[in-house]
């Protein structure tokens, strides 16, 4: 199997160097497969997607499932992303999608991000998951002047064709609620919406499934599957599975080469974050920064970032394109740089964390789920960096779609439904992305 970045990225059995990681990691001690089983259902990906699939499996449906991750679980974007719950799971407009499939499908669409996100908080209240959580919904920040009009119609169209409830914000009323800053020129805040700690709530899911009795195998990488007898067999270093249904949730990890009908659809953009150190209050005061609310901003290569309990700054955005331990620290310089641009009397604040992930997608620019035509494998992937509300929520349509079989049984957004088209010349998507980054760049420069 092959992968399109460089093997430090790949790294299953390494640990992430994240803060999430420094601060709250906690150790499942599981297994790692090493023997031949069987099992009605093996769920491949042990993040968000696949234990949220394997959950309703079993309380839902009584069925037998073994869920296999080839790190520790949670070991991809599950356990390393920046901890928003924000919508939509998208890198379409809502007026390109309106465009594309109509007024009615864009609207179920939406109102299925906004039940993603609320899935996801029932899903801490229910199982009751410490994974600290703050803020009470999302900003969209005006990065420059020219853009407060634009996130000021983007706000209108939440809330009139959505109904997401909103909040228009001047500069002046954002600078005491939110942030200052060199690139706070007003924003709109939406409604749901909050920050986690991604590792615990990952952590709190696997002890839940792991209540359930569902049998989780990490480090346990899957290295080919056969067909034999209307059955697959899953093959890994040290044992086998043998099944009749396959879910892969593995989304901006998935391994080339392991299904051919996948192959060549997902294109993983790596993402990076940084972490300062604690800031002081008075630190904090210097740019009024008083939310806890995750933000973004309006460039179309955006920056997110947030406060976390501990008054330390994360800050993100896109990777390099490389995917080594060095341009990961070359990539980490630059943000530091990009943060002090826009809160520059934080000059002097150190980067204590920085460490990146993969994000996945597709010639859809929107999710991915059903089954693969006349095979009994189900899918669910392509979240665009928005997977603390999509991926749970996928998790459990998949499930409905794994027990039925039948895509058509499931209510929700056709946007949803089947695989993206194949890139043409997949060997190609770093360098098409590389294109895309430099037209977004040059967008961004001039505020258009």
């Given at each position: 199997?092959?992968?399109?970045?460089?093997?430090?990225?790949?790294?299953?059995?390494?640990?992430?160097?994240?803060y999430?990681?420094?601060?709250?990691?906690?150790?499942?001690?599981?297994?790692?497969?090493?023997?031949?089983?069987?099992?009605e259902?093996?769920?491949?990906g042990?993040?968000?997607?696949?234990?949220?699939?394997?959950?309703?499996?079993?309380?839902?449906?009584?069925?037998?499932?073994?869920l296999?991750?080839?790190?520790?679980?949670?070991?991809?974007?599950?356990?390393?992303?920046?901890?928003?719950?924000?919508?939509?799971?998208?890198?379409?407009?809502?007026?390109?999608?309106?465009?594309?499939?109509?007024?009615?499908?864009t609207?179920?669409?939406?109102?299925?991000?906004?039940?993603?996100?609320?899935?996801?908080?029932?899903?801490?209240?229910?199982?009751?998951?410490d994974?600290?959580v703050?803020?009470?919904?999302?900003?969209?920040?005006?990065?420059?002047?020219?853009?407060?009009?634009?996130?000021?119609?983007?706000?209108?169209?939440?809330?009139?064709?959505?109904?997401?409830?909103?909040?228009?914000?001047?500069?002046?009323?954002?600078?005491?609620?939110?942030?200052?800053?060199t690139?706070?020129?007003?924003?709109?805040s939406?409604?749901?919406?909050f920050?986690?700690?991604?590792?615990?709530?990952?952590?709190?899911?696997a002890?839940?499934?792991?209540?359930?009795?569902?049998?989780?195998?990490?480090?346990?990488?899957?290295?080919k599957?056969?067909?034999?007898?209307?059955s697959?067999?899953?093959?890994?270093?040290?044992?086998?599975?043998?099944?009749?249904?396959?879910?892969?949730?593995?989304?901006?990890?998935y391994?080339?080469?392991?299904?051919?009908?996948?192959?060549?659809?997902?294109?993983?953009?790596?993402?990076?974050?940084?972490?300062?150190?604690?800031?002081?209050?008075?630190?904090?005061?210097?740019?009024n920064?008083?939310?806890?609310?995750p933000?973004?901003?309006?460039?179309?290569?955006?920056?997110?970032?947030?406060?976390?309990?501990?008054?330390?700054?994360?800050?993100?955005?896109?990777?390099?394109?490389?995917?080594?331990?060095?341009?990961?620290?070359n990539?980490?310089?630059?943000?530091?740089?990009?943060?002090?641009?826009i809160?520059?009397?934080?000059?002097?604040?150190?980067?204590?964390?920085?460490?990146?992930?993969?994000?996945?997608?597709?010639?859809?620019?929107?999710?991915?789920?059903?089954?693969?035509?006349?095979?009994?494998?189900?899918?669910?992937?392509?979240?665009?960096?928005?997977?603390?509300?999509?991926?749970?929520?996928?998790g459990?349509?998949?499930?409905?779609?794994?027990?039925?079989?039948?895509?058509?049984d499931?209510?929700?957004?056709?946007?949803?439904?089947?695989?993206?088209k194949?890139?043409?010349?997949p060997?190609?998507?770093?360098?098409?992305?590389?294109?895309?980054?430099?037209?977004?760049?040059?967008?961004d420069?001039?505020?258009?």
């Amino acid at each position: 199997m092959s992968n399109i970045y460089h093997s430090d990225i790949y790294q299953f059995n390494k640990p992430v160097p994240s803060y999430w990681e420094a601060t709250s990691s906690e150790d499942l001690n599981l297994d790692k497969l090493q023997k031949d089983i069987s099992s009605e259902i093996v769920v491949i990906g042990g993040g968000y997607t696949g234990l949220l699939c394997a959950i309703n499996l079993i309380e839902n449906y009584n069925l037998d499932v073994v869920l296999v991750e080839a790190g520790k679980v949670g070991w991809g974007a599950s356990s390393r992303n920046a901890g928003f719950c924000c919508l939509p799971p998208s890198k379409m407009s809502y007026k390109k999608m309106q465009s594309v499939y109509g007024t009615e499908e864009t609207r179920k669409f939406f109102k299925n991000s906004v039940e993603g996100a609320n899935y996801t908080k029932e899903l801490i209240d229910n199982y009751n998951i410490d994974c600290d959580v703050t803020g009470e919904n999302n900003f969209v920040v005006a990065h420059h002047k020219n853009k407060f009009d634009q996130i000021k119609d983007q706000a209108e169209v939440y809330k009139s064709e959505f109904g997401i409830e909103t909040k228009v914000f001047s500069k002046e009323e954002f600078d005491e609620v939110g942030h200052g800053g060199t690139e706070q020129f007003g924003a709109f805040s939406y409604k749901p919406g909050f920050a986690i700690n991604p590792l615990k709530f990952v952590n709190g899911l696997a002890k839940h499934a792991l209540s359930k009795k569902l049998k989780i195998y990490e480090h346990t990488k899957v290295e080919k599957i056969e067909k034999e007898n209307g059955s697959y067999l899953l093959k890994t270093n040290e044992g086998s599975i043998k099944t009749k249904k396959i879910v892969v949730a593995t989304n901006g990890f998935y391994q080339e080469g392991l299904i051919p009908e996948m192959d060549g659809r997902v294109l993983p953009v790596i993402s990076n974050i940084i972490v300062t150190r604690p800031l002081t209050n008075q630190e904090l005061s210097l740019h009024n920064f008083n939310t806890y609310a995750p933000i973004a901003n309006s460039k179309n290569l955006l920056y997110y970032y947030r406060k976390l309990p501990d008054n330390r700054i994360l800050f993100g955005t896109r990777g390099d394109f490389e995917g080594s331990d060095q341009s990961n620290q070359n990539r980490a310089n630059d943000m530091e740089k990009f943060l002090k641009n826009i809160f520059p009397k934080w000059n002097n604040v150190t980067i204590d964390y920085n460490w990146r992930g993969l994000i996945a997608l597709s010639q859809k620019l929107t999710p991915s789920i059903g089954k693969i035509d006349n095979e009994e494998i189900y899918y669910g992937f392509g979240y665009s960096g928005v997977g603390v509300s999509a991926a749970p929520w996928t998790g459990k349509q998949l499930s409905k779609l794994v027990f039925s079989s039948n895509s058509k049984d499931l209510d929700i957004s056709l946007i949803y439904k089947g695989l993206p088209k194949k890139f043409i010349f997949p060997k190609l998507r770093v360098f098409y992305f590389k294109l895309a980054v430099w037209f977004y760049r040059i967008k961004d420069k001039f505020n258009i």
